[in-house]
């Protein structure tokens, strides 16, 4: 049976893809700041040639790897909870890989240099503490090199109700407890966050 927070959240992004079209709007980015966002996650990244994204909404990260980062032969797995996302990736990338998961947790055998979290943090959850360190935790069993991820910094003056707001220190010690290379880059986007974890 799927909990609330994997029925909440198909819901919520099939609305929005009812509403907005194949758009960033649909996954609830802002139109024209994709890129950047896209820069900051791979800023602290060695060598790859693998990745997983996890929650790979309409596969806009992986168009930008191939069309930036110049990886020839890209291993790229996207992940995505969402069926008609998952439709939508495979028309437009037939070369690329995705796949859609049962569970809010992803898990299955493959690693990759990199496992990719973007945006996944910020919706209001059950538990958002408990949702990030069980992917945290599902991330460093999927990743050979690198994790990075991005959230809404809780160090903020006005906090919108249809946001999730995180500690970055709360998010430092847990992934402390795995990892002493850990990068943070702050955003011109406001109160956005780029934690880039290098595995030991």
Same mark, same amino acid.
């Given at each position: 049976?799927?909990?609330?927070? *994997? ?15 194949? @758009? ?51 291993? *790229? ?49 059950? @538990? ?38 995180? @500690? ?33």
């Amino acid at each position: 049976m799927k909990n609330k927070d *994997y029925i909440f959240l198909v819901d919520k992004y099939n609305k929005n893809l009812e509403k907005f079209g194949v @758009s960033p709007s649909a996954v609830g980015w802002v139109s024209g700041k994709q890129k950047e966002r896209y820069l900051k996650l791979f800023e602290g990244v060695g060598d790859f040639n693998s990745v997983i994204d996890i929650g790979c909404g309409l596969g806009d990260l992986y168009k930008f790897i191939i069309d930036q980062k110049g990886v020839e032969k890209l291993k *790229y797995i996207g992940t995505e909870i969402n069926q008609n996302f998952i439709e939508i990736c495979q028309e437009k990338f037939p070369e690329a890989n995705f796949i859609l998961q049962d569970n809010i947790i992803p898990s299955f055998n493959n690693k990759s240099d990199v496992v990719v979290m973007s945006g996944l943090f910020n919706t209001p959850l059950d @538990s958002n503490d408990l949702f990030m360190k069980s992917l945290l935790d599902a991330s460093f069993s999927l990743s050979k090199k690198f994790i990075t991820f991005n959230f809404l910094s809780n160090d903020v003056d006005y906090k919108d109700n249809n946001l999730n707001y995180t @500690s970055l220190g709360d998010v430092i010690e847990y992934c402390e407890k795995k990892s002493k290379k850990i990068s943070i880059s702050k955003s011109i986007i406001i109160h956005e966050v780029t934690v880039t974890i290098e595995i030991k």
